[in-house]
């Protein structure tokens, strides 16, 4: 089992930028799969990005590309999200997942992944 612990949301005007973090507990966090995802109010569980452990290949939705950033750091657990040129349309709950599952594909949906964290929340007004 894997303890995931999200930080950094907050409320952000649009245009604005925001860094969440976050950390994993267990021994072999370099071996994980990392993604985010979020969850708006009425809508369903949304991918945001992913990082593989193997190559550290990332991979982004449409809607954030350009504008969010993944990156990982093993030595400390953590995996972050850098999102600038915030949108009033990124307004959502903030989900960390952790994998320890091999898959083939890019880890862009919400199966692939057997660990989640609480989630933060992240608002931006216009």
């Known amino acids: 089992q894997v303890q995931l612990v999200e930080s950094g949301g907050g409320l952000v005007q649009a245009g604005g930028s925001l860094r969440l973090s976050c950390a994993a507990s267990?021994?072999?966090?370099?071996?994980?799969?990392m993604g985010w995802f979020r969850q708006a109010p009425g809508k369903e569980r949304e991918f945001v990005a992913a990082?593989?452990?193997?190559?550290?290949?990332?991979y982004y939705a449409g809607s954030v590309k350009d504008r969010f950033a993944i990156s990982r750091d093993n030595a400390k657990n953590t995996v972050y999200l850098q999102m600038n040129s915030l949108k009033p349309e990124d307004t959502a709950l903030y989900y960390c997942?952790?994998?320890?599952?091999?898959?083939?594909?890019?880890?862009?949906?919400?199966?692939?992944?057997?660990?989640w964290g609480q989630g933060t929340q992240v608002t931006v007004s216009s």
């Open positions: 267990g021994r072999t966090f370099s071996t994980y799969h």
């Open positions: 990082i593989r452990w193997i190559g550290g290949n990332t």
């Open positions: 997942a952790a994998s320890t599952v091999y898959y083939s594909g890019s880890y862009t949906h919400s199966y692939q992944y057997n660990n």
